[in-house]
């Protein structure tokens, strides 16, 4: 049996953030903002995105990256958000692209985020 090394070919951060005020979750355009800021920062590419607004609430963005993927799921009722990114390649960074996210949250609501 031959052995293979193991090589990892990219880079994954899955985060869920709590204490957040329900009137940004529910604020697609504040989301969009700090998400393009968060890839821009990260040192990532965009290829397309889409944002899907659910009833009664909540909202799931997507943004396509040459180096993979972000993508985020917000509870209002439950005051939080679910963000993953994932990048191939040793440019971007999804550590990056998250805490951009964070600091922007906690920026616009004046409070640090759990």
């Given at each position: 049996?031959?052995?293979?090394?193991?090589?990892?070919?990219?880079?994954?951060?899955?985060?869920?953030?709590?204490?957040?005020?329900a009137?940004?979750?529910?604020?697609?355009?504040?989301?969009d903002?700090?998400?393009?800021?968060g890839?821009?920062?990260?040192?990532?590419?965009?290829v397309?995105?889409?944002?899907?607004?659910?009833?009664p609430y909540?909202l799931?963005?997507?943004?396509?990256?040459?180096?993979?993927?972000l993508?985020y799921?917000?509870?209002p009722?439950?005051?939080?958000?679910?963000v993953d990114?994932?990048?191939?390649g040793?440019?971007?960074s999804p550590?990056?692209i998250?805490?951009?996210?964070?600091?922007k949250?906690e920026?616009?609501q004046?409070?640090?985020?759990k």
């Amino acid at each position: 049996m031959t052995k293979h090394k193991f090589t990892s070919i990219g880079k994954h951060c899955i985060c869920d953030i709590y204490d957040i005020d329900a009137s940004l979750l529910h604020d697609a355009k504040f989301l969009d903002k700090i998400c393009l800021g968060g890839i821009e920062n990260g040192k990532a590419s965009l290829v397309k995105k889409g944002i899907h607004k659910f009833s009664p609430y909540g909202l799931t963005g997507f943004y396509v990256l040459s180096e993979s993927h972000l993508s985020y799921h917000t509870y209002p009722e439950h005051n939080m958000i679910m963000v993953d990114a994932f990048t191939c390649g040793d440019t971007a960074s999804p550590l990056e692209i998250i805490k951009y996210i964070i600091s922007k949250i906690e920026e616009s609501q004046n409070k640090k985020v759990k």
